[in-house]
Every structure is written in C-alpha cells, then in structure tokens.
C-alpha cells in the first residue's frame, strides 16, 4: 500500500522548533518575503507603491520603513490580517504552524494554552486565519464541460437537548420545537479539483448559488433530496439513493461527504460546536484544508500567512468585532 501522504518526508518540511528557534531577524525576513513577493522582500509603500523605502525602526527595534516618494511611515503588517499586532511575528508563524498541523483544526483554547496567549486573542487570531484561506475561495466557480461535480448539505447548530422524562418531550422534527439556529452548508466539489461551500437556510435556498457557481457542461452528482430536483433544467443531473447504495453507475457523493466528515471531526474533536455567524469561515477552513491535504507543511504555513499579507484589514474583526466574541 502506498504511504499515507501526512507520514512522507516531503509532507513534514516545516516544524515547531525551527519556527522557535528562528531570531527576529529571521522571522522578519520571512513575513517580508511572503507579503513582498514580487521584490523578494523590498518594501513597496503601501499608500503610493513606492519602491523606495528606508529602515526607520521604532525605538523598540521593531521594523518600520519610511518612503522617500511620499514620506509615509509603514510596516510588515500596515494595511493586513495582521495589522496592528501585539505579538512579535515568530509567534504568528507559530500559530500559522501549529494551526496548519493540525489537519482537522485547531480550538482557541488549544492554542492559547501552546502559545501563552489569551483565549479572545487567540480566537480573533484564528478567524483571521480562516479569513484569509477564504480569500482563497473568492469568486471561484466549478467543473466545466466534460467536468465532475458533487454537491450535498449538512445540518449544523440549533441542538435542542431532549427532556430528561419522557413525558416532556416534544418532536424536535418540528420547527415550532426547533431553536431556529439550525443552517445547511452546502458543498460543491469537484472530482479531482476545488471545493466550495455556502451557507443557507435549507439546501433548496441553494439553488441559485449551486447554478451560478457550476459551470455549464458540468455534470453534477447528488443525493436523492428533492430540494435538488430543481437542478436538472440547468444540469446533467447523476442521482444516487443512499437508502440502496453509496455508489452506483459512476453516481456518487462521496467526496461531498469527505469534506463534511472533516467538518464534523472538526466540530466533535476541537470546536465543540460549529454555527452561528462564523459557521461559513469554519466551512471555508475545511475546504481550503481539504484543497490544500497534499500540500507539504511548509507550504501551507507560508500560502495561510500569504493569503493574511495580502488581504487587507479583516472584514470580520474591525471595530465593532468584541460584541461577537465567545464568553
Ligand atoms: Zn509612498
């Protein structure tokens, strides 16, 4: 049998200790190569795009650069995920490390406690992350002609704890005995290529997304739920009944489904619980992971920590974020 990617060498090219024993130096050096990459690490002003920038650190050492076009002060991080910072950047290295090590995910909690941080800091901290992997995702549409397609939901939140004794109990089957928190992620994958999720009311409020989101030409495989009926005007429609088998005639959703196992392990090992307004950011980290599993390490720690530098301030965490947090 071939051996698992995750056990390979080529899989292991970025560790723990070498981000720890990194200097300031060093892990300067990196940020600046992975948010400068077309001038292997010259600052380019943010405000006017000069090149022609000088060190002006901060009285702390701290790195921070003049421009010589327009007088402006800027650093690694100005304009990013990471903008404002109050850790130095080996320890954003770390965490970028430690969270793509962990192939299902990784909890706040976990993580506050591996790098000495707060738990609010650390959970900010990771719904950047997932931020940036979904920067990934933008605007990207599946398959094409001749192109394989799975779609298919799963059911997150709204858990309504049945009574103890028996008697109290309702049918938590009907809305009225639901919390009305319960949502569908829907999925999108490719065979052999991207994945995309969403996230609805029900799987029939997905339609319209599912249409503009798949190509033309694309023949798209899904379960027997008649919330998908409405697909085969659009689609070349394959329709597997699971009650008979998981795969039949090339039908199947199975890779939809790996994708909601990861979610699932997610939620049960790390998350506890998956839904609410972040729902989709923990939907769109289990596809970037599920895109990105034969990515060595290494890799994926500078690809996350390069989708951060280059997207601006989070849309998430501005301002008002503090209202969201966890208690
Ligand atoms: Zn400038």
């Given at each position: ?7 390979s060498?080529?899989?292991?090219s970025l ?42 650190r ?23 995920l ?92 009907f ?86 196992s ?33 990515v ?11 989708l ?20």
């Amino acid at each position: 049998m071939a051996q698992h990617f995750l056990l390979s060498s080529a899989a292991k090219s970025l560790n723990l200790a070498t981000v720890f024993r990194m200097s300031d130096a060093e892990a300067e050096a990196k940020f600046r190569k992975l948010r400068w990459e077309s001038t292997n690490g010259e600052p380019v002003c943010p405000e006017c795009g000069g090149l022609d920038a000088y060190d002006c650190r901060r009285s702390n050492g701290a790195p921070r650069f003049r421009c010589r076009a327009c007088r402006k002060d800027f650093s690694i991080t100005n304009g990013t995920l990471f903008a404002s910072h109050k850790l130095p950047l080996r320890a954003y290295l770390a965490a970028i490390a430690v969270f793509c090590n962990e192939v299902k995910g990784k909890s706040a909690l976990a993580l506050s406690r591996d790098l000495g941080t707060s738990h609010k800091a650390t959970w900010v901290l990771l719904h950047k992350l997932r931020e940036a992997m979904a920067g990934e995702l933008k605007g990207r549409t599946i398959g094409g002609e001749g192109k394989v397609a799975e779609i298919d939901g799963g059911y997150f939140g709204g858990y309504v704890k049945p009574a103890n004794n028996r008697e109290n109990r309702r049918d938590r089957r009907f809305a009225v005995n639901q919390s009305g928190k319960r949502k569908v992620v829907v999925v999108i994958r490719e065979r052999g290529g991207d994945t995309l999720p969403a996230v609805f009311r029900s799987e029939g409020a997905a339609l319209s997304f599912i249409k503009s989101r798949i190509a033309k030409g694309t023949t798209v495989n899904a379960d027997e739920a008649g919330s998908w009926d409405g697909l085969h005007g659009r689609f070349e429609m394959r329709r597997i009944n699971h009650e008979e088998a998981y795969s039949l005639d090339g039908a199947c959703t199975n890779m939809a489904e790996e994708f909601f196992s990861r979610m699932r392990r997610a939620e049960i090992g790390h998350h506890h619980h998956l839904a609410g307004a972040y729902l989709l950011r923990y939907a769109q980290e289990a596809a970037w992971r599920e895109d990105n599993r034969r990515v060595p390490n290494g890799s994926q720690v500078g690809m996350v920590a390069g989708l951060a530098l280059k997207r601006g301030q989070s849309v998430d965490f501005t301002g008002y974020w503090q209202r969201h947090l966890p208690r």
